[in-house]
C-alpha cells in the first residue's frame, strides 16, 4: 500500500464478528436445526436488505434481522411468537468476534479506525460494547443514517462525511463478496478477509451442509468487475500491510 492511508474501516458482520455464532442459541431454541436456522437467516436478512433499498422501503437491521428470522422459521414449519423471534434474534447482540479480529485492531490503532454496517444504532453500539472493541475505532457507522443499505454509494459516503477523508485515502476490509463489490465500486482500496476455505468443500459433490453451502453463496470472491485489491485469509496479515506500528497490549 503505497498511497497515503487516512483510515482503515471495517465491515461488522461476518468481517470482526462471526454470524455463524448465533448457531448455539438457536440450536438451544431449536435442538437439531441450529445449523439450517442460522445459514438461511443470514441468507434472508441480507435479501431484505437489498429488497428494501431497490424498493425505497427502508426498515432498519434489526427489524430485518427479526423479520428474516420469522420467515425461516415459518419455512421450516416451526413455531415462535414475537417475543420468542426477539429472543432469539438477540444473539445478533453478542457475536463472537473472530480469533483474528482484537490483536488486529490492537496493532492498527495508529491510524483511524471505523465501522461501517447495515447494523443499527443501537445493535452496533451494543455489539461492539459487549466485545470491549468500543476502545478501538473513531466512529462506529450505521447506514440508518442514509436510510439505505450496503452496496448503495449512499452508505458508503458516510465515512467521508464523518471522517473526513476521500475514497483513496480510505481501506476498507470485507469479508462479504457484495460489500467488497460496492466498497471498491465507491473507489475505496478493498482487503477481502477470504474466510472460507476449501474444508467446507472437501465432499463435493456428494455432501454438502449447511455450512458448505452458506460458504459457497456467501463466502466465495464475486465474478463482477469490482474485485479486491488485497486478499488475505486473517485479519491478522493487514497491520503489516500498513507498517505495523500498533502498541501491545
Known amino acids: 500500500m503505497q498511497q497515503k492511508i487516512k483510515a482503515v474501516v471495517f465491515d461488522a458482520y461476518g468481517t470482526l464478528y462471526d454470524v455463524q455464532s448465533v448457531e448455539q442459541a438457536v440450536e438451544v431454541a431449536f435442538p437439531g436445526y441450529g445449523s439450517l436456522i442460522t445459514a438461511i437467516w443470514r441468507i434472508k436478512q441480507l ?4 429488497l428494501t433499498s431497490l424498493m425505497g422501503r427502508y ?6 434481522t427479526k423479520r428474516a428470522l420469522d420467515y425461516t422459521l415459518r419455512s421450516l414449519h416451526l413455531e415462535a411468537d414475537a417475543g420468542r423471534v426477539e429472543q432469539i434474534a438477540a444473539a445478533y447482540l453478542s457475536l463472537r468476534p473472530y480469533d483474528d479480529a482484537r490483536n488486529c485492531l490492537d496493532r492498527l490503532a495508529p491510524q483511524k479506525l471505523a465501522i461501517l454496517s447495515n447494523g443499527s444504532p443501537a445493535m452496533l453500539s451494543d455489539l461492539v460494547k459487549n466485545s470491549s472493541f468500543d476502545r478501538f475505532f473513531d466512529r462506529i457507522l450505521s447506514v440508518d443514517r442514509k436510510r439505505v443499505f450496503k452496496p448503495a454509494a449512499d452508505a458508503y459516503a458516510l465515512v467521508g462525511e464523518e471522517l473526513g477523508v476521500t475514497p483513496d485515502e480510505v481501506v476498507f476490509v470485507s469479508s462479504n463478496g457484495f460489500d467488497i463489490c460496492g466498497a471498491k465500486n465507491f473507489g ?3 482487503v477481502r478477509v477470504a474466510r472460507s476455505t476449501d474444508r467446507a468443500l472437501d465432499d463435493l459433490p456428494l455432501k454438502v451442509d449447511e455450512r458448505a453451502l452458506f460458504d459457497l453463496l456467501r463466502g466465495q470472491a464475486e465474478t463482477l468487475d469490482h474485485s479486491a485489491d488485497v486478499t488475505v485469509r486473517s485479519l491478522a496479515e493487514i497491520p503489516k500491510l500498513f507498517g505495523d506500528q500498533g502498541r501491545s497490549v
Open 59 to 64: 426498515e432498519d437491521f434489526w427489524d430485518l
Open 47 to 50: 435479501e431484505y436488505t437489498w
Open 188 to 190: 475505496f482500496t478493498v
